[in-house]
């Protein structure tokens, strides 16, 4: 299947490891050009290198902070300095702290809502002007399965992301007519550090082994394996992708069949 998007530059948030890398290395495997940012100096440099070697593409690496408006300014700015426009955004970012509600006072609420909300609106709030104008864009915003389906001690995660589904649903009416189309992702179970990580607390929450909860995770996914965060990109891939011009407001789950519900 021919993308389309060869030639169009992708700015891709949080993307020195995890499921952000593999959407970068999946657009770039596409012969888009790429701005990827991430908190991480070292890792987004070593990521960004890999990248441009293996796929050819231009990759301009920005190391900042997107729960913060400095750090925001500084990739969005540097994206557009570099290549004139943005054609795609991924924005994603590092999921809050696990917990159940009595351990998060508003502080740690409003860091969540920092690092997952503002993040999506004022990364979007950036390059939608240049996306409008042209008359052609795609807004990704990777949130969870949660917002279909909550998971116990993901409080601050299930509700923020929940707002960013909403605020992504509602900007995909607005942007319609001008050939902007704007869409979730729902990554389920993935093969990444912070499923491993999210496994920990609740085991220590539990006071379990860590394997009792990565097996009783792999009983509920119908395909009882984890997803590869490289499926998740090739998704964003599609999304991005000409094929889809026709598709925006939707949540689309990647998740191996875990979301029960018929829609």
């Given at each position: 299947?021919?993308?389309?998007?060869?030639?169009?530059?992708a700015?891709?948030?949080?993307?020195?490891?995890?499921?952000?890398?593999?959407?970068?290395?999946?657009?770039?495997e596409?012969?888009?050009?790429?701005?990827i940012c991430?908190?991480?100096?070292?890792?987004?440099a070593?990521?960004?290198?890999?990248?441009?070697r293996?796929a050819?593409?231009?990759?301009?690496?920005?190391a900042?902070?997107?729960?913060?408006?400095?750090?925001?300014a500084?990739?969005?700015g540097?994206?557009?300095?570099?290549?004139?426009?943005v054609?795609?955004?991924?924005?994603?970012?590092?999921?809050p702290?696990?917990?159940?509600?009595?351990?998060?006072?508003?502080?740690?609420?409003q860091?969540?809502?920092?690092?997952?909300?503002?993040?999506a609106v004022?990364?979007?709030r950036?390059?939608?002007p240049?996306m409008?104008?042209?008359?052609?864009?795609?807004?990704?915003?990777?949130?969870?399965?949660a917002?279909?389906?909550?998971?116990d001690?993901?409080?601050?995660s299930?509700?923020?992301?929940?707002?960013?589904?909403?605020?992504?649903?509602?900007?995909?009416?607005?942007?319609a007519?001008?050939r902007?189309?704007?869409?979730t992702?729902?990554?389920?179970?993935?093969?990444?550090?912070?499923?491993t990580?999210?496994?920990?607390?609740t085991a220590?929450?539990?006071?379990?082994?860590?394997?009792?909860?990565?097996e009783?995770?792999?009983?509920?996914?119908?395909?009882?394996r984890?997803?590869?965060?490289?499926?998740?990109a090739?998704a964003a891939?599609f999304?991005?992708?000409?094929?889809?011009?026709?598709?925006?407001?939707?949540?689309?789950?990647?998740?191996?069949?875990?979301?029960?519900?018929?829609?």
């Amino acid at each position: 299947m021919e993308s389309g998007l060869r030639g169009k530059v992708a700015l891709v948030a949080a993307a020195s490891k995890g499921l952000g890398r593999a959407i970068a290395e999946a657009f770039a495997e596409e012969g888009a050009a790429l701005a990827i940012c991430a908190r991480g100096e070292s890792a987004l440099a070593q990521t960004s290198d890999a990248i441009a070697r293996r796929a050819g593409a231009a990759v301009h690496a920005v190391a900042a902070d997107v729960s913060t408006t400095e750090g925001i300014a500084r990739v969005t700015g540097a994206a557009l300095e570099r290549f004139g426009r943005v054609d795609v955004l991924v924005t994603n970012a590092g999921g809050p702290p696990a917990g159940l509600f009595e351990s998060h006072d508003w502080s740690a609420w409003q860091r969540a809502v920092e690092l997952t909300l503002r993040s999506a609106v004022e990364l979007t709030r950036a390059v939608l002007p240049g996306m409008r104008e042209h008359r052609w864009g795609r807004v990704i915003h990777i949130t969870s399965l949660a917002v279909k389906q909550p998971i116990d001690g993901l409080m601050l995660s299930t509700s923020i992301r929940a707002a960013v589904t909403g605020f992504s649903r509602t900007l995909a009416n607005e942007v319609a007519a001008d050939r902007v189309t704007v869409n979730t992702l729902l990554p389920g179970f993935m093969n990444t550090e912070r499923v491993t990580e999210l496994h920990q607390a609740t085991a220590a929450r539990e006071g379990v082994p860590v394997r009792t909860v990565e097996e009783r995770a792999l009983a509920r996914i119908p395909m009882r394996r984890l997803g590869d965060p490289r499926e998740l990109a090739q998704a964003a891939v599609f999304l991005a992708s000409e094929q889809a011009a026709y598709i925006t407001g939707q949540s689309i789950a990647v998740d191996g069949g875990w979301i029960q519900s018929l829609l």
